[in-house]
């Protein structure tokens, strides 16, 4: 089983389009969506979904008023005052550090796990699909990731291929996306930003010593920054593995929520096929090439 997360600096540049898409051509494949504070890859996926928990991906602090003894330390400790006059937790300031139970004299304070999120695995006509959705202002994106992806096993592990939606950005969301994936795929724009959004991630991919490749999306909005976008891959042997031109066509396809290849886009279509046989080829090439060095060694 191979994993290939889609990754962008930031939310926007097309990538959930894009493993939408590659979801209809891959065969024998799972999906999974760890963008997990703002999903929508479910929309374009639809599916019924067969399991739906909660997640408690935080700790909050509780005060047992029958213990305390309002010496008041507590509240001199906790560097968030997230402990009112009358000695009640405030729940969004608790950042469940546990500082408070250590320091409490009268062992009154415990730590309670918190629901911070909900998970869903659906099954789908293009395969197992796995996806979250943190609630609002939580914390703890992160553990929500990694449960995605620990469901996605549980439930498709005998599948050849995962695709997976990753988060934006650069932070640990992002980290636990991309951790033990075997190749990631950076989607940018050819715009200013979407330059430094680009190096910025393509550093995280490298930074983990997983293989990266890139896709310029809309590549033909703006041609000058596409051929700078070009220069610094090859200066840093990242590949670009696709360039797929802007198509408004693409807009009215997913107003109607369906992919490109759905709403038969035929140029668009056709790059984003190639795209897949690059990636399975440069896979495989991969995995020869680590036999060989197996054989080698033995
Ligand atoms: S430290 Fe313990 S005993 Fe003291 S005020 Fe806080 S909860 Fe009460
Ligand atoms: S767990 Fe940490 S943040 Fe929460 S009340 Fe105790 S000291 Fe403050």
Redesign the pocket.
């Known amino acids: 089983m191979k994993q290939i997360v889609f990754i962008s600096g930031k939310g926007g540049t097309g990538k959930s389009t894009l493993t939408a898409s590659l979801s209809r051509i891959v065969q024998n494949k799972a999906i999974a969506d760890c963008d997990v504070e703002a999903p929508n890859l479910h929309i374009l996926m639809g599916g019924q979904v067969v399991e739906q928990k909660d997640f408690y991906g935080a700790?909050?602090?509780v005060i047992n008023k029958e213990k305390c003894t309002s010496c008041n330390i507590?509240r001199e400790?906790?560097?968030?005052?997230?402990?009112d006059e009358d000695f009640e937790?405030?729940p969004f300031?608790?950042?469940?550090?546990?500082?408070?139970?250590l320091v409490c004299p009268a062992d009154a304070?415990r730590?309670e796990k918190v629901k911070t999120g909900e998970t869903y695995v659906s099954k789908t006509s293009r395969g197992t699909f796995s996806h979250a959705l943190l609630d609002i202002g939580a914390e703890g994106s992160g553990r929500l990731v990694t449960e995605v992806r620990n469901n996605m096993k549980k439930h498709a592990d005998k599948e050849d291929w995962i695709l997976i939606d990753g988060s934006p950005g650069i932070g640990c969301v992002v980290i636990a996306s991309i951790t033990g994936a075997d190749a990631v795929v950076a989607v940018a724009e050819p715009t200013k930003s979407g330059i430094s959004d680009l190096e910025r991630v393509l550093a995280v991919a490298r930074h983990f010593e997983i293989p990266a490749y890139v896709c310029i999306n809309k590549y033909d909005i703006n041609l000058k920054i596409t051929k700078q976008i070009e220069d610094f891959c090859e200066k840093n042997n990242f590949e670009v593995i696709g360039r797929i031109p802007f198509e408004p066509k693409i807009v009215n396809a997913l107003r109607d929520l369906k992919t490109p290849i759905d709403a038969d886009i035929p140029n668009i279509a056709f790059e984003i096929e190639s795209i897949w046989k690059r990636l399975a080829d440069k896979l495989s090439e991969s995995d020869k090439k680590g036999d060989a060095a197996a054989a080698s060694r033995s």
Not at 77 to 83: G, L, P
Not at 93 to 101: K, L, M, N, S
Request: glycine fraction near 8%.
């Open positions: 700790e909050e602090a507590c400790t906790c560097r968030f005052d997230a402990i937790i405030i300031r608790c950042e469940g550090c546990g500082a408070c139970a304070i730590l």
